[in-house]
Nanobody, 126 residues
């Protein structure tokens, strides 16, 4: 069964860091575009970052303006894993973070992804 599993979330103080992991089972993740999304209580799910498939050089990582310079998406094909490094975290980054995989061009449009993980909670609070 195709499955994505996120891990690495937690409670962190403002200015702190976390590294989220997205690991795939039953399929090879480097054949897929991978996106990271987040959903805060009462808000719609929003795209954060995406990266192209593993055979596209550095993967052309993309980050939305609100996280640019603070978050970094990367992939380790040998581990079948995509990471999202979260630095300089702010309270407004608090949300459930999801990873998703799809066979289309890199995008942060929710509907363009086929497989989703169950999410990992990130809470930024003092």
């Amino acid at each position: 069964q195709v499955q994505l599993v996120e891990s690495g979330g937690g409670l962190v103080q403002p200015g702190g860091s976390l590294r989220l992991s997205c690991t795939a089972s039953e399929f090879t993740l480097d054949y897929y575009t991978v996106g990271w999304f987040r959903q805060a209580p009462g808000k719609e799910r929003e795209g954060v970052s995406c990266i192209d498939s593993g055979n596209s050089g550095d993967g052309n990582p993309y980050h939305v303006d609100s996280v640019k310079g603070r978050f970094t998406i990367s992939r380790d094909n040998a581990k079948n894993t995509v990471y999202l490094q979260l630095n300089s975290l702010k309270p407004e980054d608090t949300a459930v973070y999801y990873c998703a995989a799809g066979r289309r061009y890199p995008t942060i449009v929710v509907a363009q992804y086929d497989y989703w993980g169950q999410g990992t909670q990130v809470t930024v609070s003092s």
